[in-house]
């Protein structure tokens, strides 16, 4: 496969998590913004979702003040913002375009008519609650469809795993760094951990990854930071958990590594962060902190993306 190809695909990937990602956000924040103001207490939610989507400096720049309206509309349709759901999105089609004949019909169709469908009906924006409701709504069932038809028709050869190989890295990334917001910046000092606004934030935070049902299911109790984070780092069960991407990632490193004869240093790397993962526990990481564990994590998973961009994609 040749190196543009690879690239495409993998970038590909990473756009359409990415929108459904900041999709899954801003929904959560709606839903934090929506209650009394005794639950919410004195946070800025907004602020708190460009910190999650590590925009909040570019944010600044053009706006002065991080409310709904200026912090969904630069998330979601600011062609200003390259990671906006819009420029995902169009970018998503762009690398489409280029690898058409790599792609299936499925998955072909689902970009593009998604772009088609941005373009008619979301090029001015969300006007209403309403509205916006249906646009993420129709980013997350976009993305849902894309990981589907990929997962269902297509070919397991070096196409599938670099696709693969950007999903779980963006992946790892978004949960990460949610969870990094919660710890270190979201919840005021004078809070008690376990109180109200402790609560709805760590429920938004799950809803966020899709996995407040999987907690029940797991933990059977109510909700505990400590839990919580293990669920999201430790438990490679749940598909969004730091765990269980990089397991992902390992096993597509190697799959390639097979079909061309050859590991690297992209290999080495992700089977290193795999087996701290794996030998971690959350007393440890309670014990090391929280935030410089999972800033640590960051820094390592941006690195594994260099190393790949330089093995196969340049």
Not at 32 to 41: E, K, R
Not at 161 to 179: K, Q, Y
Request: with cysteine; hydrophobic share 40%; proline share 2%.
């Amino acid at each position: 496969m040749l190196s543009r190809t690879a690239e495409n695909l993998y970038w590909l990937a990473r756009y359409v998590e990415r929108a459904e990602y900041l999709a899954r956000t801003i929904d959560a924040t709606l839903r934090v913004t929506a209650l009394p103001a005794a639950y919410i207490g004195k946070t800025n939610e907004w602020d708190s979702a460009l910190l999650t989507a590590g925009v909040a400096a570019s944010f600044y720049q053009q706006y002065e003040e991080a409310n709904e309206h200026n912090v969904v509309d630069y998330l979601s349709f600011s062609t200003n913002n390259p990671s906006s759901i819009r420029n995902c999105i169009e970018a998503a089609r762009l690398n489409s375009r280029s690898v058409r004949t790599a792609l299936t019909s499925e998955m072909w169709d689902t970009i593009n008519s998604a772009w088609i469908e941005l373009q008619a009906a979301w090029s001015k924006g969300a006007s209403t609650r309403e509205d916006l409701a249906k646009f993420l709504r129709f980013v997350q069932e976009t993305s849902l469809r894309f990981d589907g038809s990929a997962y269902r028709t297509m070919l397991r050869n070096d196409a599938y795993w670099f696709s693969r190989m950007g999903v779980h890295l963006e992946r790892a990334d978004n949960t990460a760094r949610i969870l990094d917001v919660k710890y270190h910046v979201l919840l005021p000092e004078e809070e008690h951990v376990g109180g109200p606004l402790d609560f709805y934030q760590w429920s938004s935070i799950l809803r966020s990854v899709s996995a407040l049902t999987a907690y029940h299911w797991v933990y059977r109790e109510t909700l505990k930071p400590w839990l919580i984070a293990d669920l999201l780092i430790l438990n490679d069960t749940l598909p969004r958990s730091l765990a269980s991407c990089y397991g992902n990632l390992v096993r597509n490193l190697d799959q390639i590594g097979v079909a061309y004869g050859r590991q690297g240093p992209a290999q080495r790397h992700a089977r290193g962060i795999r087996n701290r993962l794996e030998h971690s526990n959350m007393n440890d990481i309670f014990q090391h902190g929280v935030h410089e564990f999972i800033q640590e994590f960051i820094a390592d998973n941006s690195r594994l993306g260099e190393i790949i961009t330089k093995q196969y994609l340049i």
